[in-house]
Nanobody, 115 residues
Framework: QRRLVESGGGLVQAGGSLTLSCKAN???????????MGWYRQPPGKERELVAS???????NYADSVKGRFTISKDNAKRMGYLQMNSLRPEDTAVYYC??????WGQGTQVTVSA
């Protein structure tokens, strides 16, 4: 059983928005709430890169390429993480993964942005 399951990817036109969700299964609440959650992406033919992260104290960090466009959040009570993506660009096309505590990974969800 995969501990993290992403959803919300899809095909969108440039300038559009998507919200990705990450549900934690089988990760106890204290571990989820006490860990940093990150969203990563892997564009075609490129290496995986960190897009955004949020710590247990809700401090956030964003890659320069997404600052002002993406927002990361988490709901500890629901053990859910989110990545709100606005003003999407073709270069945002990638498989997006969530990560908890540098230990747990989801299977990824494809985001494709058409020009």
């Amino acid at each position: 059983q995969r501990r993290l399951v992403e959803s919300g990817g899809g095909l969108v036109q440039a300038g559009g928005s998507l919200t990705l969700s990450c549900k934690a299964n089988g990760i106890i609440w204290s571990v989820f709430a006490g860990s940093t959650m990150g969203w990563y992406r892997q564009p075609p033919g490129k290496e995986r890169e960190l897009v955004a992260s949020i710590t247990s104290s809700r401090a956030t960090n964003y890659a320069d390429s997404v600052k002002g466009r993406f927002t990361i959040s988490k709901d500890n009570a629901k053990r859910m993480g989110y990545l709100q993506m606005n003003s999407l660009r073709p270069e945002d096309t990638a498989v997006y993964y969530c990560n908890v505590g540098d230990q747990y990974w989801g299977q990824g969800t494809q985001v494709t942005v058409s020009a």
